[in-house]
């Protein structure tokens, strides 16, 4: 297994730079993924790693060697994409077997190490099988299998999941991270899903046109995302947000946020930086968010109300934007009802509108 660390990465396609100056230590056995919307450049930083793009600038570390130049076959790297990329003439133990075979292994000394992973990723029963007879989850196993099997110093996963039903991608979600927690290896993986990224990551690095946004343990980054885009990028349903301008509150002492339409929420925890006139932008999760019938912060009238079972999302607008609040509660609300709700100052996050940067 072994450390990976990327100095000052960018890239170039002629005169576009798309990934500019990335700076990771990626420690060794840690499972960190790269999340962001499409286009941001965790596909091409992945390649570069496996040695499939040339790298325009910058050094990559595998362990103690400098990969830039590297061919990808002497990076001891597997990876795994989105299609399997399966032999579809070769049974699964010759899909496993393929590496070891064109390496011109002995077939004694692989084919423990072929039963090991197959029995390991369920697959101890399929050994004869063609791909086609497989279900897509089985297919994805053998695409893992044969990266097992290699037994590389690191492994890239890129967007291994998206081609599955929702229920499979689930299952095979803790799969993977199963797989990791017995083989200790270190793991890149790519994936747009920011679910996929919370539940499966050590840490997660979260990426926006082609730089790093913030990157932390998932929870740290949930609960104290460093700017705007993180804040609305993680979290499902995501952050509300309202913004406004900070002023003396118009009843108590302190300081409040107005909103375009004239309505002000009370600000307990107003940072130092924040005074009045600032353009400001407060946010607060579905989940802080309480039902209360005296002292509200602020009254949403009820547009959609959605159950999913284990809870319920009440949609509607403050200050313009659409909110979401979700009640363990269920709710025989109807819609135009209107709700009295409080924003807990502790879970009360706010950004500089203009920066997107944190105050709080
Ligand atoms: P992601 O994996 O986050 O969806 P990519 O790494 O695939 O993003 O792409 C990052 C950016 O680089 C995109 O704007 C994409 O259009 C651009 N890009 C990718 N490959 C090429 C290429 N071969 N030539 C020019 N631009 C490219």
Known sequence: MAAVQLSGIYKRYGDTQVVHGIDLHIDDGEFVVLVGPSGCGKS???RMVAGLEEISGGDLLIG?????????????????FQSYA????LSVYENIAFGPRIRKEAPASFKPRIEAAAKMLNLGGYLDRLPRALSGGQRQRVAMGRAVVREPSLFLFDEPLSNLDAKLRVQMRTEIKALHQRLKNTVIYVTHDQIEAMTMADRIVVMNAGRIEQIGRPLELYDRPENLFVASFLGSPSMNFAEGIVVKHAHASGLALKLADGSEIVLERAPASATTGA???LGVRPEHIETVTQTPDVTMQVEVIEPTGAETHLYGKIGGNTWCVTTRQRSEMQPGERVTL???AAHIHLFDTESGRRLV
Do not use: D, E, G
């Open 86 to 89: 399966l032999y579809p003439h």
């Open 279 to 281: 353009k400001v932008t």
């Open 342 to 344: 409080s924003l807990p």
């Open 64 to 80: 103690k060697t400098r990969a830039n130049h590297l061919p990808p076959q002497q990076r001891n790297i597997s990876m795994v």
């Open 44 to 46: 091409t930083l992945m």
